[in-house]
């Protein structure tokens, strides 16, 4: 009971609730290597009093706790337990002291507390809006993974470039009022290198693998023919050979045309950006670029580097990169070249017409081996990971190798690499996706070297990362989106929908499961969500309508069941939907007709009051393959594969563009805008007739 007790004061759960009528208990080994990597011992019973009697010490002595949040003007509760008769000190970001709490700016500011027994304590105060912002208003735009965008220019996998050009392209002629990509986040270094976005070395900063390195205004005065001939031969050996992206060959590719271009002096204007880019971004900033200098020394896993280089702060780590310092300003300079890329994405989707622009993905964690890892290790749990419990699809349960923040060290810090984070991120973004938002609330921790099932929840201050997501939301004008698919606690939904936060609804999950299990009407689905058809971890909706995703595990052996079996689910369930959309008049092209009911899908989608609508851009072009397929690493060529069509070739932007296919597809969602100097219609009709046609129809 008092293990229970301790653990209890830490977030720690010692029981966990995978359904309303199941609790299953957590083994006590697994608690105490938690509390352990929290700086607890609760080794032992005594260990367990002592840690107890210290917290109940502390708990009295202390005045304030080390972070306090507030949403307009009604004081916390943290303010309100305060002794009669306390006085309160506010030294705001803007400069300005304040000793009454009367209409506190929004921003992070000190706040002072001084009691009439001596007692004396400082707390973060986080002054946060109600909500994150909304969009204007219904919209519809495109999800893709940016690697797998392709044009006639990329140098082996999409990059920014061709972003800003997808995004201007859609706005103008299609109406649409967003692009959602991958996490852009950069990759730890080395060969391989883990083609994964979900499992990045740096959240706070992109990866220059992204660049179009002829955009960058210097390359213009550097000959490199030969690699530009290089950069065809890697595009075409995905477009027109079938190859696989090969991502390591790109950045080889990119990295030595980059440092020829660094050798090329800056402008004045372009010298005093780029001070300016590294006088905002500091140590944070310094920090990550040494990490990317130290590893191209050492390895890309600080782990095994020589001790003193495994502290950021050490003296052997300040004079390595004094000595590294060229490399140190390489990289620096490359996340400057990124982030121009990305806001020059972000300015051709706004001068687009769209409403949002891009919406940029947070993942859930870190690489172990990274650079945020090593730069802010007193923020994160040593020896635990982040995963999941066992549930219905996975009955081992989930270790993702990313380790945990510690909720203490977040609270202590006043939740500075959160708001570091999210600053960094939101700069360029017109809204943010949160991977596995449910993180906010808690994350299931598994200790090193055991498995999955033996890990436990360990909660996180919601109110607090929810307050500081809507300021930091705020300043940057953006709308946030939660991955909130899967086990879902009580009240988390909830929470995030009174926050503003968006959700994410997959029409295949979108069923009465309290009841009759049957497919939801369109108008019962709620309406702050991006409503969509499938995501980068699910099959296409092509494969889903067809069953050629149950067929493709079969043959990789991930299926659980006997392949009849499942294929009977599987066609039950979809018949179930085509004969919703039927009868609801969204199928007249009639039973077979694999774009129809591809269409059907959206059309449905369309009759929702979501928010957002998401088109899956592989299937605006009848791709079969999914981006990823979980369960697998050397089995399949996840994060890989090219835009393809039916048929499975690969197409280039440039032919996206105009496929009679799409336009198809984007001719059933509204037109919103019309591109400069033409209606909608009359652009369309310059695309040729095929935008009017409509395979598949029945005979007149």
């Known amino acids: 009971m008092s293990l229970a007790r301790l653990a209890a004061l830490h977030g720690v759960a010692t029981s966990y609730a995978p359904s309303a009528d199941v609790t299953v208990p957590i083994r006590d080994a697994t608690v105490i290597a938690v509390l352990a990597a929290l700086g607890v011992d609760a ?3 005594e260990a367990v009093r002592e840690e107890l009697d210290r917290q109940a010490a502390a708990a009295g002595s202390r005045l304030l706790p080390g972070t306090v949040v507030a949403r307009g003007d009604v004081r916390p509760q943290a303010v309100r337990d305060l002794p009669d008769g306390t006085t309160l000190r506010i030294e705001t970001e803007q400069g300005t002291t304040l000793d009454a709490w009367h209409q506190l700016p929004l921003g992070v500011h000190r706040l002072h507390a001084e009691a009439p027994d001596g007692r004396s304590g400082q707390a973060t105060l986080v002054v946060a809006p109600e909500r994150v912002p909304q969009p204007p208003g219904r919209t519809h735009g495109f999800l893709v993974q940016l690697y797998s965008l392709l044009s006639a220019r990329s140098w082996g996998m999409g990059d920014l470039g061709d972003l800003a050009d997808l995004a201007a392209w859609s706005g103008r002629v299609l109406g649409a009022g967003f692009v959602q990509v991958n996490p852009l986040h950069a990759a730890v270094s080395g060969t391989p290198t883990d083609p994964s976005p979900y499992r990045p070395s740096s959240r706070r900063f992109p990866d220059p693998v992204h660049l179009r390195v002829e955009a960058v205004p210097e390359y213009a005065y ?5 690699r530009l001939k290089q950069a065809a031969a890697l595009r075409d050996a995905v477009l027109r050979e079938g190859g696989l992206i090969d991502r390591d060959a790109v950045w080889a590719l990119k990295k030595e045309a980059l440092e020829l271009v660094a050798r090329i002096p800056l402008a004045p204007g372009r010298r005093a950006a780029y001070a300016d880019f590294l006088a905002a971004q500091g140590q944070a900033l310094d920090d990550h670029a040494t990490w990317c200098a130290l590893a191209e020394v050492h390895g890309s896993d600080w782990h095994g580097w020589p001790p003193g280089l495994r502290d950021p702060r050490s003296a ?9 310092q060229d490399r140190v300003d390489f990289h620096m300079w490359l996340a400057w070249l990124t982030d121009t890329q990305l806001a020059a994405a972000q300015r051709a989707a706004v001068d687009a017409g769209m409403e949002i622009g891009v919406v940029h993905d947070l993942a859930v964690g870190v690489h172990p081996g990274g650079a945020d ?10 020896g635990m990971s982040v995963g999941a419990p066992p549930d219905a699809f996975n009955a081992r349960g989930q270790d993702w190798g990313l380790p945990p923040w510690r909720p203490d060290a977040l609270a202590a810090s ?3 690499p959160f708001r570091g984070l999210l600053r960094g991120i939101l700069r360029n973004a017109g809204a943010l996706r949160i991977d596995h938002v449910m993180g906010l609330f808690r994350l299931w921790w598994v200790p090193d070297g055991v498995d999955p099932t033996e890990g436990t929840y360990v909660r996180y201050d919601a109110e607090a990362m929810l307050a500081i997501l809507a300021l930091e939301a705020h300043r940057a004008g953006a709308a946030v989106i939660g991955e909130d698919l899967g086990t879902v606690e009580p009240g988390v939904r909830e929470a995030l929908s009174s926050s503003g936060v968006l959700g994410t609804s997959v029409l295949w999950f979108e069923r009465d499961w309290s009841d009759t299990g049957r497919p939801l009407p369109p108008d019962t689905w709620r309406e702050g969500c991006v409503a969509t058809a499938t995501t980068h971890d699910l099959p296409s909706t092509t494969a889903r309508l067809t069953g050629e995703h149950v067929e493709l595990r079969h043959r990789l052996g991930l299926l659980t069941r006997p392949l009849r079996q499942e294929e009977a689910e599987d066609r039950a369930e979809v018949s179930e939907w085509l004969g919703l959309f039927s009868r609801s008049g969204l199928l007249p092209e009639g039973p077979g007709c694999e774009e129809g009911e591809v269409r059907a899908v959206y059309r449905f989608l369309l009759r929702t009051p979501a928010l957002m609508t998401g088109v899956w851009l592989p299937d605006a072009v009848g791709d079969r393959r999914p981006q990823n397929l979980p369960g697998t690493w050397d089995q399949y060529p996840n994060w890989r594969l090219p835009i393809a069509d039916a048929q499975g070739h690969p197409v280039a932007l440039e032919e996206l563009t105009a496929s009679p ?5 984007m001719s059933e969602f509204p037109a919103r805008r019309t591109p400069p100097g033409a209606p909608r219609a009359q652009a369309f009709a310059t695309l040729g007739p095929w935008t009017r046609r409509t395979p598949c129809a029945p005979a007149p």
Do not use: N
């Open 43 to 45: 080794s032992t019973p």
């Open 222 to 226: 550097v000959e490199d023919q030969g």
């Open 316 to 324: 052997e780590t300040a004079r390595a990169r004094v000595e590294l």
């Open 373 to 382: 890892a090593w730069a802010q290790q007193d923020a994160f749990a040593a």
């Open 414 to 416: 006043g939740y500075a």
């Open 661 to 665: 296919r799409l336009h198809r597809l």
